[in-house]
């Protein structure tokens, strides 16, 4: 079975800082994207970060650009967000997405086919 599994959230202070992981199970990711996005309540769900496994190219959002880094470990089929000088604003539900095509853009969330359950990270000023 494919599956996303995301960890590492959590309840941290304003200016701190959380790395989220997303294991991927059940299919190699050596090609096409992988994407972080994130829902707080009552509202839409939206792109946070993403890469494209070939040639490696990074996408991030406006609101985090400078704050958060995507990496990925092909060998252990793994995509990390690292979250730095978190704002309250960064409270959300986080998913990780996977497709091997992203055929609608990297930020896209239709362009994806596989998602985790999703990870809490609450930020308290």
């Known amino acids: 079975q494919v599956q996303l599994v995301e960890s590492g959230g959590g309840l941290v202070q304003a200016g701190g800082s959380l790395r989220l992981s997303c294991a991927a199970s059940?299919?190699?990711?050596?090609?096409?994207?992988m994407g972080w996005f994130r829902q707080a309540p009552g509202k839409e769900r939206e792109f946070v970060a993403g890469?494209?496994?070939?040639?490696?190219?990074?996408y991030y959002a406006g609101s985090v650009k400078g704050r958060f880094t995507i990496s990925g470990d092909n060998a252990k089929n793994t995509v990390y967000l690292q979250m730095n000088s978190l704002k309250p604003e960064d409270t959300a539900v986080y998913f990780c997405?996977?497709?091997?095509?992203?055929?609608?853009?990297?930020?896209?969330?239709?362009?994806?086919?596989?998602w985790g359950q999703g990870t809490q990270v609450t930020v308290s000023s």
């Open positions: 059940g299919r190699t990711f050596s090609s096409g994207a």
């Open positions: 890469l494209r496994w070939s040639g490696g190219s990074t």
């Open positions: 997405a996977a497709d091997k095509y992203a055929r609608w853009g990297v930020p896209a969330a239709v362009s994806y086919d596989l």
